[in-house]
């Protein structure tokens, strides 16, 4: 223990590696952002679906292509994600380097676009990946696709060797953090590896080039203006950017305090009914075109005009259709097919009966 000890303040006080609190402070400052922003985008998705209904489906999207944006503008600029930015840390190519280059100088193109790569593609694919199984596991609880599809078959063995797919990838983001604070390696994160980077501590001459970079933007923006015309689109960009980084950097503290207020509670509250809003009844559709969804028999299914098999109910709007029905237009659209209403597969309520 003495031992960790003595590594950790060699660490935060020798050289001009970061310690592991600020590597892992950074880390997370990411991963907090986006579920905020996700429940933002929910809230306006359930005022009106109609109108913001699209930016919940396609969030993942959406979210990647402006942290595309947002990372390419910091990596060019600062040499450093925005999380890495925000932490005053930058990144070098790996190596034993005598001489730092500055943070204004920019990353080799093989680093940059191997960073880039690595800082959004890596969380949208792993997010996709965990849908996917979360969705597969409902699937296979619900029996969904027929016992006896070699499909079923696949994804059965896929869903039980996940588990120690994603086990082995935690563990080896775990080993290196220890062999950073050990001081056996020069990165705590695999990814950084795979990039072909590390991560240092801005210094004074970084600090003092990047005001020089800002106020020369400046003045160059005052006398010419051939440029500027030439560089239109890639100055819109950079300010789209600019605009969100700093958006974000104000934020950031609320965007955290929002990751926290709603992961602290307990999720099987958040799935039940009471946690749920409370619609309002559909009055509206006793004329329009949503009311001729309606089938005039109770007991037949919205969608498919047939008698109702497996009665389920969605919760954010109480209509009541088959379960495959439903659940394959849910998935698909992610809205109540008559009332427009945002709707998860975890609003679906199966039906029972007395008889059954």
């Known amino acids: ?96 380097c005598k001489q730092q280059p500055l943070a204004t100088a920019g990353l080799p193109k093989r680093q940059h676009w191997k960073s880039l790569l690595l800082l959004v593609l890596v969380p949208y694919l792993k997010g996709k990946l965990e849908k996917m199984v979360s ?84 003045s160059s923006r005052t006398h010419s203006i051939k440029t500027q015309v030439q560089s239109a689109v890639r100055k819109v960009l950079g300010g789209i950017a600019f605009s969100l980084s700093t958006g974000l950097s104000v934020s950031v503290f609320f965007l955290q305090f929002l990751d926290w207020w709603y992961s602290s509670e307990n999720q099987e509250t958040i799935k039940s009914l009471t946690a749920l809003p409370t619609p309002p009844p559909p009055v509206h559709l006793d004329d329009g075109a949503s009311s001729a969804l309606l089938p005039k028999l109770k007991t037949m299914c919205p969608l498919c005009r047939k008698i109702r098999v497996n009665a389920t109910a969605l919760s954010t709007s109480g209509f009541v259709f088959c379960y495959r029905c439903v659940y394959n237009y849910v998935k698909a659209h992610q809205r109540c097919p008559v009332t427009g209403y945002a709707t998860e597969l975890q609003h679906l309520v199966k039906l029972y009966s007395p008889e059954s």
Request: aromatic share 12%; hydrophobic share 45%.
């Open 1 to 96: 223990m003495a031992e960790l000890g003595a590594h950790l303040t060699a660490a935060s006080a020798g050289d001009d590696r970061p310690s592991i609190f600020e590597a892992v402070a950074q880390d997370s400052l990411m991963a907090a952002v986006k579920p905020a922003l996700q429940h933002l985008v929910k809230v306006l998705a359930e005022s009106n679906p109609g109108r913001y209904g699209f930016l919940w489906r396609w969030f993942d999207e959406i979210y990647v292509l402006l942290d595309l944006l947002l990372q390419q503008h910091y990596l060019a600029r600062f040499s450093g994600s925005f999380s890495e930015n925000f932490y005053s840390l930058k990144r070098i190519p790996m190596g034993d």
């Open 135 to 218: 969705s597969l596991r409902e699937e296979d609880e619900y029996s969904i696709h027929p016992p006896s599809s070699s499909w079923k078959r696949f994804y059965r063995a896929f869903l039980a060797a996940y588990p120690f797919v994603n086990m082995t990838w935690e563990g080896w983001f775990l080993i290196q953090q220890l062999c950073y604070i050990l001081g056996k390696a020069q990165h705590h994160s695999p990814v950084l590896r795979l990039a072909g980077v590390r991560l240092v501590r801005l210094t004074a001459e970084d600090i003092q080039a990047l005001e020089e970079k800002v106020a020369g933007a400046t």
